[in-house]
């Protein structure tokens, strides 16, 4: 099974959602069912049938979950020592309109476009992963060719 990189933030994020699956949401929907099926016919009862329905969903979530969590290495980038960009960087670049925009490099899993934070396998991380401050790089994106410069690289 091969490993796959994440933040340590990231990764409390995963623990943090299956622990509230498991001992938060899972026994409150139990507790639903179990008051569902008290009330008689289950076959005509849509809390029941939404109950168990919902239950199978938060099973199947936290079985994936679990499965994540022994998956991740957990990389922390204030631990990289680099002049290179890899996992945990955070970029900033300038497009050719002047524009500066700042990433971090992250897992897929963890990408958020919105908040900054692109995945190592996106266009952007493949364009990115392995150069230096000052060069140019272009990224393959469906849109089309994105020339963009690096200004500067932290780990942090």
Do not use: C
Not at 106 to 125: F, M, Q, T, W
């Amino acid at each position: 099974m091969s490993t796959k990189p994440i933040t340590p933030e990231g990764y409390r994020r995963f623990e943090q959602e299956l622990q509230d699956l498991w001992r938060v949401e899972r026994p409150k929907v139990v507790q639903e069912v179990t008051e569902a099926a008290a009330h008689g016919d289950r076959s005509e009862n849509a809390e029941y049938k939404y109950g168990k329905r919902r239950l199978r969903e938060i099973d199947r979530r936290v079985e994936f979950l679990s499965k994540q969590l022994e998956r991740f290495q957990i990389i922390d980038p204030k631990t990289v020592k680099s002049d290179r960009i890899q996992f945990g960087a955070t970029v900033e670049v300038e497009d050719p309109e002047g524009r500066l925009r700042k990433y971090q490099i992250v897992g897929e899993e963890e990408a958020d476009v919105k908040n900054g934070r692109i995945s190592l396998a996106s266009p952007y991380g493949k364009a990115l992963n392995g150069r230096k401050v000052g060069e140019v790089v272009v990224v393959h994106r469906p849109a089309g060719e994105l020339e963009l410069e690096i200004k500067s690289l932290r780990y942090e």
